[in-house]
Each structure stands twice: as structure tokens, then as C-alpha cells.
């Protein structure tokens, strides 16, 4: 008698655990998988206008100088390169030649003091396109393993001692890693922002070398770079999107342990495509 009281009173404490476990174990994942389509969606001015101003003002400052030296060499290179060409060619220097090279000139110039609206126009393109692929991939992706299997209070009490046990270990272990693969997606966001500031901070000077036919090759790739980190955002919706299918799939079954495993499995999987997907879109892009 008094050994049954006991075994019902661990079976309780285990039951109790489990729920309060299994309760909690998937809010900071819902949380910032439902923040993704609001961090993604955002220009570089709007996730962070404080960051966006200082990158600014340190590109026109420090930055732009260093490229208009550097736009004053390539454009003397290219020049030199157009006279000795004709001279090659044995031909007539003409007045049409330097006025070409004047107007050469004049479009770099332009390019490289409108920096900023540059990269600006790419990444309100790239929003617009996230914020329409938002309305059509589906927005429900919270996780609540408490009610995706059905009465749980009664499949936990027809357990023993030792399955409840192995079950409040397993889900005391998927909490765990849930809390670290939220850590991840954090990671992924925030780490695509700054890599944006980062690369948009130097703009000035892979595009002052736009107008040489033979270093143009840096600007090109440059651009690519900026449309790789635009349409990533686009990627991730659709690993939302594949995820928030992925997991309404769980509520069919009725396996606790194998539906704990399961979500557990899908935010990895979120987490591993999440990564991927900044070479994904730079492969796409051609941007190396």
C-alpha cells in the first residue's frame, strides 16, 4: 500500500514535469521563427536606422575619398589605355574620343556619390518581394507539443515509473537544444544585417571601378553580392514556409515521444537551411 502511494506520488512529480517541460519548450523557438518574416522584411534603414546612419556616415567620409582616388587612377588608365589603342590602330585621335571618356566619367562619378541610393533601391526591391511571398507562405508555425497529442495527462498516467523517467530526460534534453537552436536562427538573422552593414559600408569602392571594361569585374560581382544578401531574405521565407508545413504534419500523431523528436528534428532542419541559405543565394547570383 504504502509503496503504491509512493509510486503514484513519482508517476505525479514525473507528470507534472513533463507538462511543464513540454508546455514551455517551444516558445522562444515560436517566438523568433515568428519574427523572421518581420527581420527579414526589412531595408538595412528600417531594421536599424542608428546603424544605417553610422555605416553612412563613415562610407562618405572615409570610404568615398579612398574610392575617388581610386576612381581618378582607373579613369587616367582608361585614357591612356583609348589613346594608345588609336595610336595602335594608327588612326586619327578625335575630339568624339574624350568626350566619351569625359562622359564615362561623369556616370562613375554619379555611381559613386549615389552609393547609398544604390544599395537602397536593391534592398526595397528585395522587401517587396518578401513581403508579398509573406502573404502567401502560411503564417501559422508556433509548435504546442500539449496539444498536438491528445490527452496528454492520460497517456502520461497509463506509463510507469521508468518510461516517465527516460520520457522527462528526453524532454528535458529537446528543451535544451530548442533554447540553442533558437540562439541559431537569431544568428542567422542578425549575422545576414550585419554582413549587409558590412558590405554596403565599402560600396564606394568596388564601384568606382565601374567604368573600366577591365577591373569592372569587382563592381559586377560587387552588385551580385548585394542581390545574393537581398533575395536571402526570400530563401528563408520559403524555409519557413517549408517548416510551417512540416509541422502541422505532427499533429496526426499520437506517439509523445515521437512527436517531441519530431518537432525537435523539423528545427534543426529549419536551422541547417537557414545557414545554407546565404551560399544558396550567392551560388543563384553567381557572387563570389
Given amino acids: 500500500m504504502i509503496w503504491q502511494q509512493i509510486e503514484e506520488w513519482i508517476k505525479g512529480v514525473l507528470t507534472d514535469g513533463i507538462i511543464g517541460n513540454l508546455s514551455g519548450m517551444f516558445d522562444t523557438v515560436n517566438q523568433k521563427v515568428g519574427e523572421i518574416a518581420g527581420e527579414v522584411g526589412a531595408t538595412p534603414q528600417g531594421w536599424n536606422s542608428g546603424i544605417f546612419s553610422m555605416i553612412q556616415n563613415l562610407?562618405?567620409?572615409?570610404?568615398?575619398?579612398?574610392?575617388?582616388?581610386?576612381?581618378?587612377?582607373?579613369?587616367?588608365?582608361?585614357?591612356?589605355?583609348?589613346?594608345?589603342?588609336?595610336?595602335?590602330?594608327?588612326?586619327?585621335?578625335?575630339?568624339?574620343?574624350?568626350?566619351?571618356?569625359?562622359?564615362?566619367?561623369?556616370a562613375a562619378v554619379l555611381?559613386?556619390?549615389?552609393?547609398?541610393?544604390?544599395?537602397?533601391?536593391?534592398?526595397?526591391?528585395?522587401?517587396?518581394?518578401?513581403?508579398?511571398?509573406?502573404?502567401?507562405?502560411?503564417?501559422?508555425?508556433?509548435i504546442d507539443i500539449t496539444s498536438t497529442v491528445a490527452d496528454l495527462e492520460a497517456r502520461l498516467a497509463d506509463m510507469n515509473i521508468g518510461a516517465l523517467l527516460g520520457l522527462w530526460f528526453q524532454s528535458l534534453f529537446v528543451g535544451l537544444t530548442m533554447n540553442i537552436l533558437s540562439i541559431c536562427i537569431m544568428l542567422v538573422i542578425y549575422g545576414r544585417m550585419i554582413e549587409i552593414y558590412l558590405v554596403t559600408s565599402l560600396g564606394p569602392i568596388p564601384l568606382a571601378t565601374m567604368a573600366n571594361s577591365e577591373w569592372r569585374g569587382m563592381g559586377q560581382n560587387y552588385l551580385k553580392s548585394l542581390l545574393a544578401l537581398g533575395f536571402q531574405a526570400f530563401l528563408i521565407m520559403v524555409c519557413v514556409g517549408i517548416y510551417s508545413v512540416l509541422v502541422q504534419t505532427i499533429a496526426t500523431t499520437g506517439d509523445i515521444t515521437g512527436a517531441i523528436w519530431a518537432c525537435m528534428g523539423y528545427t534543426v532542419l529549419l536551422c541547417f537551411c537557414l545557414f545554407k541559405t546565404g551560399s544558396i543565394s550567392k551560388a543563384v547570383f553567381n557572387a563570389h
Fill in 59 to 106: 562610407s562618405e567620409t572615409v570610404i568615398i575619398p579612398i574610392a575617388g582616388a581610386i576612381l581618378a587612377l582607373v579613369m587616367c588608365y582608361e585614357l591612356i589605355q583609348m589613346v594608345v589603342e588609336k595610336n595602335n590602330l594608327h588612326g586619327d585621335v578625335d575630339t568624339f574620343m574624350f568626350f566619351k571618356w569625359v562622359f564615362k566619367t561623369f
Fill in 111 to 142: 555611381i559613386v556619390t549615389n552609393t547609398f541610393a544604390i544599395v537602397t533601391g536593391i534592398f526595397n526591391m528585395a522587401q517587396q518581394v518578401v513581403n508579398q511571398s509573406a502573404g502567401v507562405i502560411i503564417s501559422d508555425t508556433s
